[in-house]
């Protein structure tokens, strides 16, 4: 594969003092993660079967394994593959060329090049380990990373696949008509994250081939015509789909554009352009892969155990049965949320006893999930996620899965809708639009907020996911629940004013005139309508239009004589902007509203231009309207004081002007205290809300952050298959041991060797077929002692020596004979297990009859043979082929004084003193007797120590062996007188 290593700067430090991490930072190679689960076995030992053991890559093999047994899968895939097999471990390095298989009952990421092994803490059933690995390799690995799914069951990898593509990796499955179980390699297929369908062969083929190679890259910063290349792609789409993606994030819009280059093997964005434009189809499969369908039932458990407990039975109280409680799930893609929804609102009315109206509106821009969401079949994989309970009453059995009861689906209408485009549903109490936002760009989402608040009753909630808020719209909503972002509606006029100013079109241009065709028809003089307009101007009093806070809504004539903008930030609070002497009288007046006073009035002296001034203070509570509750109507209406009474003057007594004077120090006293109270209050209100801008900040930049990590993670749901794991794996043992079984069979059964193995209590542990013929046994002996075992041997105590080879571990070889008069070669040994345990011994007994019986015929040959030799008068030799006596007779001793000890084993040139050592004796033996092999009345005349001189007439002849070499030389004497 091509070389991926990044080199560090000369300056950095050696090599020897790096820690692992930075030592992996050193090579960058590819990474393999494999997730299997059922009928996955077979497939990991063909795909390492064809695996080179030097390809450049590390392999991370990620099954279903029974948490409580032994893995025996390192052992079997070692067999399989010349690469370093071995089980991880805790802060194992990487390393290319090398297999790690995750333990049983841990769970594993990779970090750093590093594998960190942990005990899990979600139960067993809950865990996805495939899709944990993968998540951690993409976000570490980036385009270094492959996933590969293999058989199994359930969808656990599906996430893992999509970071992985996120990430810029590549994904393989396998071809689902190769899979024992297609499940999990057809629900990553399914869900659009699976580059390459492949079998296990052309996997095997596409990885040494380096085809990913051109996806290991590095992300460089997008060049203005990349640029200008995704803003004619999204144009393309937005004339084909009428679809504006322009507001989406762009990471998101760039990562699954790459994922169409790559299945085109194109490299260039400008190339796959032109190819949109040359392949109108394709525009289809790309505004398919920009659709992103990742749901399930019951999504985030704590958040709809909040949804369950807080929200619906406060959303629901007391509504009456002819209440309609309206819902609306935007962008609800296979319906599994809607259905959620739904399933818990019959759960309540059940639970309260309560009968009302449920409609629940559920949307997506996909018209195929939209047509699924209808048809409301699901996978039998959905028992993850929905308990057998509510399987039980909610759904019913299907051959495709399971399929939503009719009682529910009538709750839930199906409608293919652009939220961005077309008009929201209105009068809600529930709207849940969770993982939409969080692929959108802040000013598509800063419209979607004001929208949402719109369509909401008062008092309405807004559910939204987990990396999603509202942003800076605290006006329109309040938190329930800051961890799952519930958020409750807040009762405001204001929030129709960016309903107002927002760029959502919700009318069709073609079916409504425009304005000025209505200015060029002549319309008649409503004198009604001028009447009021003029009674209005000029003789109703100047009034303002607030919400219960005191927020103003609307002004009507001239305020400026009550109001003046306040200091500091500007605000349009109708109490912070009041004239010195109305602030307080307001105040108290929209208090008094609060608690359900109809109206006020009251006559109030303040300054104006530091004149005293006297003004009709009138505050109404507005009947609700539009759904807006909680407006005032604040009038002002000068009051003129008469020349009369200005010039009238009263005479105060002492006492009273004491008792005023008082009073008004008194009243000035608390006015200044009241004063002083209110600017520490707003004071503190500044710090709080500078406090707040600050943690608005700051969560807007966690935020920020969340959305782009919940962009690369779905939770997803999938069944473990660790039984099926753990069963092919003793499959493949047991067929490995069942091989090695008949191989032993028939080896003892070839070699016809009686064996016969006991444990250390002398029990039979397993004999052959040919130990029958020694022992009377049959197969239901085993586990029997074997002294209760009548045997055919002849006075043998064998219980006893194999009892002291147990002792002694001193193995013992000795000859046996049974009353059929065979005999075997007994060995008795040590019996060892593989981890050098004695545990019994071990009797073979090898059949030797045949080598008796021949030995037996040798003996009585030779015997026959000494004593026809010793019946010849003649002197006779029996020389072997170095010359050495083997054999003579009585008559040679007689006739040269010697005895068969001393002649046996002795050359014949070594005899008597060498008296045999005659020159024509050697040319005899040496020469002519080797060519001529048979020599008859060869003369010899030599002087013998102690017999004196003697003629001797020789006789001899060669024996010859297989080889054709002399093996026994005859030498026969006959002495002449």
Same mark, same amino acid.
């Given at each position: $594969? ?128 495939? #899709? ?126 790459? =994922?169409? /280059? ?37 999504? #985030? ?198 309903? /107002? ?59 400026? =004589? ?14 912070? $902007? ?83 004077? #008082? ?128 045997? #055919? ?155 004196? =001189? ?28």
């Amino acid at each position: $594969m091509n070389d991926q290593r990044t080199r560090l700067p000369a300056t950095s430090m050696s090599l020897d003092k790096m820690t692992l991490p930075e030592k992996a930072i050193l090579k960058k190679f590819p990474i393999v993660g494999i997730g299997a689960s059922a009928g996955g076995l077979e497939a990991l030992e063909q795909f390492f079967r064809l695996m080179s053991a030097n390809s450049g890559a590390a392999f991370v093999v990620v099954p279903h394994l029974a948490p409580d047994h032994a893995s025996l899968l390192t052992e079997i895939l070692q067999r399989s593959t010349a690469m370093s097999v071995q089980e991880a471990k805790d802060q194992t390095l990487v390393e290319p060329n090398c297999l790690y298989i995750i333990p049983p009952n841990r769970d594993m990421k990779i970090s750093h090049g590093m594998l960190q092994v942990s005990t899990p803490i979600e139960p067993h059933a809950q865990r996805l380990p495939i #899709d944990m690995f993968l998540c951690s390799l993409a976000q570490d690995q980036t385009e270094n990373a492959i996933g590969v799914i293999l058989s199994g069951t359930g969808y656990d990898g599906t996430q893992g696949f999509r970071a992985v593509s996120d990430a810029g990796g590549t994904t393989i499955a396998q071809e689902p008509a190769t899979a024992k179980f297609d499940g999990m390699p057809t629900s990553a297929i399914n869900a659009g994250h699976a580059d390459h369908v492949l079998t296990v062969e052309k996997m095997v083929e596409f990885i040494l081939a380096d085809k990913p190679s051109h996806l290991i890259k590095n992300h460089k910063t997008k060049t203005p015509s990349t640029l200008t290349s995704i803003s004619q792609i999204l144009e393309q789409l937005r004339v084909a789909t009428g679809l504006d993606f322009s507001l989406y994030k762009k990471s998101t819009i760039g990562r699954r554009i790459e =994922r169409r /280059m790559v299945k085109h093997n194109i490299e260039d964005i400008g190339l796959y352009s032109r190819y949109l434009k040359e392949n109108p189809a394709e525009i289809t499969v790309l505004f398919k892969e920009l659709l992103i369908n990742v749901t399930n039932f019951f999504r #985030d458990q704590e958040a709809f155990q909040v949804l369950e407990k807080v929200i619906l039975p406060k959303l629901c109280k007391h509504k009456s049965h002819d209440y309609v409680f309206r819902v609306w799930v935007p962008a609800c893609a296979s319906g599994e949320e809607a259905y959620s929804i739904a399933i818990l609102l019959c759960e309540l009315m059940e639970r309260t006893k309560q009968q009302f109206q449920v409609q629940i509106y559920s949307t997506d821009l996909d018209d195929d999930a939209i047509t699924t969401a209808r048809a409301a079949i699901y996978p039998n994989s959905i028992s993850l996620d929905v308990s057998p309970e509510r399987l039980r009453n909610f759904f019913v059995k299907h051959d495709a899965g399971y399929r939503i009861k009719k009682e529910v689906r009538e709750m839930v209408v199906f409608a293919i809708q652009n939220i961005i485009k077309d008009p929201p549903f209105t009068k809600l109490d529930l709207i849940s639009c969770r993982n939409v936002m969080i692929y959108m760009e802040p000013a598509l989402q800063n419209r979607l907020i004001p929208m949402f608040h719109y369509a909401l009753k008062p008092d309405g909630v807004l559910f939204l996911s987990p990396s999603e808020s509202i942003g800076n719209h605290t006006e329109l909503f309040s938190p329930i629940d800051r961890k799952w972002k519930f958020y409750h509606a807040i009762n405001s006029k204001t929030s129709t004013q960016p309903m /107002m100013n927002s760029p959502f079109i919700w009318a069709d241009k073609n079916k409504h005139p425009a304005p000025e065709e209505f200015m060029k028809k002549t319309k008649e003089t409503n004198f009604a309508d001028l009447s009021r307009k003029l009674l209005i101007q000029y003789f109703a009093p100047a009034s303002i239009i607030t919400n219960i806070k005191g927020d103003i809504l609307y002004i009507h004539g001239e305020t400026g =004589r009550y109001l003046r903008p306040a200091p500091g930030h500007a605000t349009l609070n109708i109490i912070e $902007m009041a004239r010195d002497g109305l602030e307080l009288e307001l105040r108290n007046a929209i208090n008094a509203m609060a608690k359900g006073l109809p109206i006020i009035k009251a006559e109030i002296q303040y300054k104006f231009n530091e004149e005293p001034a006297t003004v009709s203070l009138c505050v109404r509570q507005l009947p609700a309207f539009d759904n807006n509750e909680g407006l005032l109507l604040v009038s002002f209406q000068d009051i003129e004081v008469t020349a009369s009474k200005s010039k009238r003057k009263v005479v105060a007594k002492p006492a009273d002007i004491s008792r005023i004077e #008082d009073l008004e120090h008194e009243l000035s006293y608390t006015k200044e205290n009241l004063y002083a109270t209110i600017e520490e209050q707003q004071a503190a209100n500044e710090e709080f809300k500078s406090t707040n801008e600050e943690l608005q900040s700051t969560n807007e930049e966690l935020q920020s952050v969340n959305e782009e990590l919940e962009t690369s993670k779905e939770e997803l749901q999938s069944v473990n298959e660790e039984l099926i794991t753990v069963n092919s794996e003793l499959q493949t043992k047991i067929e490995h041991l069942a091989s090695t079984q008949n191989d032993m069979k028939n080896l003892h059964d070839n070699i016809n060797i009686a064996t016969i193995f006991l444990d250390t209590g002398m029990l039979i542990r397993r004999f052959t077929r040919d130990a029958s013929k020694i022992y009377r046994l049959v197969a239901s002996d085993v586990g029997r002692l074997l002294a209760d075992i009548k045997s #055919d041997l002849i006075d043998e105590d064998i219980l006893t020596q194999a009892e002291h080879v147990l002792e002694t571990l001193t193995p013992i070889e000795r000859e046996v004979c049974t009353n059929k008069d065979n005999w075997y070669l007994l060995r008795i040994q040590p019996y060892r297990t593989l981890d050098n345990v004695i545990d019994g011994v071990v009797m073979t007994f090898t059949d030797i009859t045949s080598r008796i019986k021949t030995e037996d015929l040798v003996k009585e040959a030779r015997e026959l043979a000494e004593s026809i030799v010793n019946t010849i008068r003649e002197p006779i030799l029996v020389l072997n082929s170095k010359l050495k006596i083997i054999s003579t007779n009585n008559a040679f001793c007689k006739l040269f004084h010697v005895t068969i000890k001393d002649t046996v084993g002795h050359k014949i040139y070594e005899l008597g003193n060498h008296q045999w050592d005659i020159p024509a004796l050697r040319k005899l033996l040496e020469t002519i007797l080797p060519q001529e092999q048979v020599l008859n009345d060869y003369l010899v005349e030599h002087d013998f120590p102690g017999i004196g =001189r003697r003629k001797i007439l020789l006789n001899a002849r060669c024996i010859i062996n297989k080889s054709g070499e002399p093996s026994l030389i005859l030498l026969a004497m006959i002495e002449v007188k």
